[in-house]
């Protein structure tokens, strides 16, 4: 079975859309994250519940 030179073209040039598509996804990604860093960096996030109790101590179990 022999390839075209057409088809190879148009294979190639779907795969680059598809990883043209997944780039832009990565950006805004990249965007949001580095946000939230700079969110949790100003300090002004009040602790809120799972994180407002203090750490056990040593011997204990993080549930008690």
Same mark, same amino acid.
């Given at each position: 079975m022999k390839i075209k030179i057409r088809q190879v073209q148009e294979m190639i040039k779907r795969k680059v859309?598809? @990883? @043209?598509a997944q780039g832009k996804f990565q950006d805004y990604a990249k965007g949001?994250? !580095? !946000?939230?860093?700079n969110l949790l960096r100003k300090g002004r996030v009040k602790n809120t519940p799972p994180f407002s109790k203090k750490a056990s101590g040593p011997g204990k179990s993080g549930l008690e």
């Open positions: 859309q598809e @990883a @043209a949001t994250y !580095s !946000s939230m860093i």
